[in-house]
């Protein structure tokens, strides 16, 4: 009897970390492999004309890869006078929300690129978790992210209709060296609009929050580092 328990225990346990495993909604694995998705989900409501974005993602002991394909682009629309940590987001960029453990998270990091090669770097506080009216919602900016360790480089192909960013994150910015085997919540958007729309966006994302509204981390995906 003893040792039936012991092999129904054993069995309950694999049963339940596959399980755990399997629930992720992205595995992340160990570069050189990738792992790729694309998005064109409308925020808050469905949007037929969301361009499409592709995500493909790995990762080393120390660095999160993170590489961006913005598809479907007519205006590649940015302000050249912004410089880092300047808001780009009210004009074209693409975006990561990034937290390490798997609650829905009230401190997470914001990480935006736009066409002309220029970054958000933030961790955002937001405790109501939806970015609540008055409640506290403040950003501590990494001010010097390439002497961090971080890196970024994008492409603009105008005749294909298509930009490109390729980038990496420490992982050490989240306590998170050597992840594999731990469950993070991630959310990736993209903001499209033009010089005739500006300062409308149309807004589009891989979780929807269903408010036009980034910052509602219950919506963030799971996402397992294999």
Known sequence: ????????????????????????????????????????TGI???DPTCPLTKVTICYTPTQLHLDFEAYNETNFYFDSKQKTNDGIWA???VEAFISKGSDDPQTYFE???????????AIVYNPSRVRATGTPFEHAYITDP????FAVNTVLDKKKSVWKSTNVIPLGLFNG????GSTW??????????????????????????????????????????
């Not at 054993?10 to 492999?33: E, G, H, Q, R, Y």
């Not at 990480?111 to 770097?121: A, I, K």
């Not at 390439?146 to 360790?149: I, L, N, R, V």
Request: with cysteine; hydrophobic share 35%.
């Open 1 to 40: 009897m003893t040792r039936l328990l012991s092999s129904l225990l054993v069995c309950l346990t694999a049963s339940a970390l596959a399980f755990s495993a399997n629930s992720a909604d992205l595995k992340i694995p160990a570069c050189p492999s990738t792992t790729s998705f694309t998005y064109n």
């Open 44 to 46: 808050p409501a469905k």
């Open 91 to 93: 004009y074209e960029v």
């Open 111 to 121: 990480y935006e690129v736009n066409p002309n090669n220029v970054t958000y770097n």
């Open 146 to 149: 390439f002497g961090d360790g």
């Open 177 to 180: 060296e050597n992840p594999k």
């Open 185 to 226: 919540r991630m959310n990736f958007f993209r903001t499209v609009t033009s010089p005739k729309k500006y300062p409308d966006q149309q807004l589009c994302g891989w979780k929807n929050t269903h408010e036009a509204n980034f910052h509602i981390t219950s919506a963030f995906g799971k996402v397992k580092f294999v």
